[in-house]
């Protein structure tokens, strides 16, 4: 190859030669990780581990499971697999996460984030729960439990009836209470926006009027 290319003085041929060489070293990599016999990396995973894995489910309804599941039941589970951490009734115990109430507190100055307050589709919180939850023994549930367990939080939220039955059909259509103040970023299309000056943009020296220390926005030690 050497004394090859020693002959082949013309840097063209060279580059091209190279070009082709990487092109045929990519198509290589990329299916050998296809094909673990040849690489010894990894292996080509089952329909049955990357079923596992598919879990997502979209704000549309897309990915949820089929199961089925109401309030009622979804407080039996809730207390014996959710309570100890987020307490029975979600208000959270000691430091665990709160997962009901907030409504309203948006704009207070501690604003409460919850799932009813916050979360802005219904669909994160199967996805989450049936994901991730309980704590330390995630994918322990099955989707009827989640469907329950669900509905039982949405209800304590005040967003379902304690009776209503929820499954893979009317999930999605859940309307959670702060979905209108999340939407695709406007800003480029509001009044306010003005094209950024992006070159020579201060045409007088830059003064400094005021510093954190002064405007004491960090709160004093107790
Ligand atoms: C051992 C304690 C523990 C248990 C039990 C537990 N969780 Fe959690 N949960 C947590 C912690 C910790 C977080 C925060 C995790 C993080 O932010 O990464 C959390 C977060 C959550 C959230 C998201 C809260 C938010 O606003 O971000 C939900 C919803 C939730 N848990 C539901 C459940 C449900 C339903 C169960 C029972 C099936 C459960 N959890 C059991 C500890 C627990």
Redesign the pocket.
């Known amino acids: 190859m050497f004394s090859w290319c020693k002959m082949m003085k013309s840097q063209t041929i060279f580059a091209v030669a190279a070009l082709v060489g990487l092109g045929f070293v990519g198509t290589a990599l990329a299916q050998d990780y296809q094909r673990p016999s040849v690489s010894g990396i990894g292996s080509v995973p089952s329909e049955a581990q990357i079923a596992a894995w598919d879990i997502d489910v979209r704000p549309d309804g897309l990915g949820l499971p089929i199961g089925s599941g109401t309030a009622e039941l979804g407080e039996e589970?809730?207390a014996d697999?959710?309570a100890?951490?987020?307490g029975d009734f979600g208000e959270g115990v000691d430091r665990?996460?709160v997962?009901t109430g907030g409504q309203g507190s948006l704009t207070e100055h501690r604003p409460e984030?919850?799932?009813g307050s916050?979360?802005p589709y219904s669909s994160t919180?199967f996805d989450?729960?049936y994901r991730?939850?309980?704590?330390?023994e995630a994918k322990s549930?099955t989707p009827d439990e989640v469907y329950a367990?669900s509905a039982y939080?949405l209800a304590e939220n005040e967003i379902v009836e304690r009776d209503q039955v929820l499954n893979q059909d009317n999930f999605a259509q859940i309307k959670m209470p702060n979905q209108a103040n999340f939407f695709a970023d406007d800003r480029s299309k509001s009044e306010a926006y003005t094209e950024r000056c992006m070159t020579n943009c201060k045409t007088e020296p830059v003064t400094i009027v005021s510093a954190a220390p002064e405007l004491d926005v960090t709160p004093e030690d107790e």
């Open positions: 589970i809730f697999r959710c100890q951490c987020h665990w996460p997962l984030k919850t799932i916050y979360w919180l989450y729960i991730a939850m309980p704590y330390g549930l367990i939080l």
